[in-house]
């Protein structure tokens, strides 16, 4: 009886060392960390280190957080700026729980801790952004600002050089655009900041912020590309009325070069003209004093030649002088 009663006993006790072994065992792995609780009870420090690890059987238990940077996404808000535009504000973040115990202690979880954070980050990006005016929210740098005014320090030199050009336009399409102090980057700061000091408290550490989308709010947006669309055509419009005034600047131009081209064509062609009829009149004076009954003869010719062609009619008396060479019989 005995003999068959120790095998038994071997394995109970096998059995009991296992459960005990395994109830006090546990496995802490990468990227989270473990809180050992007595009776709901949270007790000792934080184990962060991965690895075996081992608790009281029974009387203790283990709740893990994780340790590695998690992210947050917010609601998109509307928010008022400064300089009252209404705008909607969507945000992210990412956070991390530096203090497992006070975590464990104060939000209990990951739920509990989002909806601290919702609180908390929507409140303090609503406060940042009602105290800055649009454009800080909007750029980081002034770099475009420092564009536009090179530009026009251009047009104002052009301008002083005589050079014509859309300089009025192009500084109506400029503008005169509001420097930043801040910038986008520098209200994230800002926010993480301010949000940081309110979640320190559950163990909750803010790395970053975002302002991942900002738009205007969407009874104000139709409106504001409305004024968009009208500020362009008015704009558009002295164009092509500057565009018109510089065509018949040209067209003047081409007109008055064209006449003066003109008139100097007319004006060598006549010189030309009369050096040819002085030349041709000085031949027929030579011709003349040389043969007059030729030169008589053949200025008759001519004239038969051009009043006699076609069916030109005409009533001549009998001792015409128009006619006394057709009526010469030494033709």
Not at 12 to 34: F, H, K, M, N, P
Not at 49 to 56: I, T, Y
Not at 104 to 130: M, P, Y
Request: without cysteine; aromatic residues 8%.
């Amino acid at each position: 009886m005995q003999k068959a009663i120790k095998p038994l006993i071997g394995i109970g006790v096998t059995l009991l060392v296992g459960v005990l072994l395994y109830s006090s065992a546990y496995i802490v792995s990468e990227g989270r960390q473990a809180i050992v609780t007595q009776f709901g009870r949270p007790i000792g420090e934080p184990i962060t280190s991965a690895g075996v690890h081992f608790k009281m059987p029974f009387v203790q238990d283990v709740r893990y957080v994780d340790k590695r940077i998690l992210t947050w996404d917010g609601d998109v808000n509307e928010i008022p700026t400064k300089d009252k535009k209404f705008i909607e504000v969507d945000t992210t973040a990412r956070w991390r729980i530096v203090d497992a115990l006070k975590f464990i202690q104060t939000v209990q979880n990951e739920r509990g801790a989002r909806t601290r954070l919702d609180a908390i980050l929507d409140g303090t990006t609503r406060d940042v952004i009602s105290s800055n005016n649009l454009v800080e929210a909007v750029r980081n740098t002034n770099s475009i600002v420092e564009r536009i005014e090179a530009r026009k320090k251009e047009l104002e030199k052009a301008a002083q050089d005589g050079i014509e050009s859309l300089e009025v336009v192009e500084e109506e399409v400029f503008g005169d655009i509001e420097k930043i102090q801040k910038g986008r980057e520098a209200l994230s700061a800002v926010i993480a900041e301010g949000a940081s000091k309110g979640l320190l408290d559950f163990g909750i550490e803010i790395i970053d912020v975002q302002l991942r989308r900002i738009s205007y709010e969407s009874g104000v947006e139709e409106k504001v590309y409305q004024r968009m669309i009208s500020e362009r055509q008015r704009i558009a419009e002295k164009i092509r009325s500057l565009g018109k005034a510089e065509q018949a600047k040209i067209q003047g131009r081409l007109s008055r070069d064209l006449q003066e081209i003109e008139s100097a064509a007319y004006q060598k062609s006549q010189t030309i003209q009369g050096k040819a009829d002085a030349e041709a009149t000085a031949l027929y004076a030579k011709a003349f004093k040389g043969n007059a009954d030729f030169y008589e003869f053949m200025r008759t010719m001519e004239a038969y030649k051009e009043s006699l062609k076609g069916k030109t009619e005409f009533i001549f008396s009998s001792d015409s002088t128009f006619l006394k060479k057709l009526k010469s019989d030494r033709l």
